[in-house]
């Protein structure tokens, strides 16, 4: 079935859609730490990324990151289950690294449940590897994969169109 979606800023009106996706599809099984408020903030930064994808006004997926001097730090992507398989998530992450060498960033750096091994295998698709494991990174003994690429050598694939036509 096509699709039509856009990759767009979020906006605030956003901020409830996706703290509630992230609960369900990101921190499931873990306290809840990404709250409407918390997303709204992160929309408001002027040093942080938060993309949307759009399908005709309902939220297919997200990613919130947040720029530092010479890297950013992915700390959110997430496609809802009915929109996966569809590129979606690499259309996020280009977009974002795409943004990310524009801005000046040199790398990207995420963490992922270590235990997620369909998201840590989308990363090394992309180009990242692991640099190490964090235990108890997210409470109740569970680790994090620590990931990163340099946007420098970034695929041309992954320099999504912004909007994706």
Known sequence: ????????PAERADA???ASACRLH???GLRPTWTAARVA???DDPRAFVLVADSRGDLAGFLVARRGELSIHLQLL?????????RLGSLLLGTLERDG???GSR??????RSGNLGARRFYRQHGYRMLAMRSNYYGGGEAAAIMARGLR?????LRAPYPPA
């Open 41 to 43: 903030r992160a929309i």
């Open 16 to 18: 409830a859609a996706i």
């Open 101 to 103: 060498i524009t801005a």
């Open 153 to 157: 050598d970034a695929p041309a694939g």
């Open 78 to 86: 997430a496609v809802l289950p009915r929109y996966r398989r569809r």
């Open 26 to 28: 990101v921190e499931y």
């Open 1 to 8: 079935m096509p699709m039509t979606c856009t990759i767009r």
């Open 107 to 112: 790398c990207l750096r995420l963490e992922v």
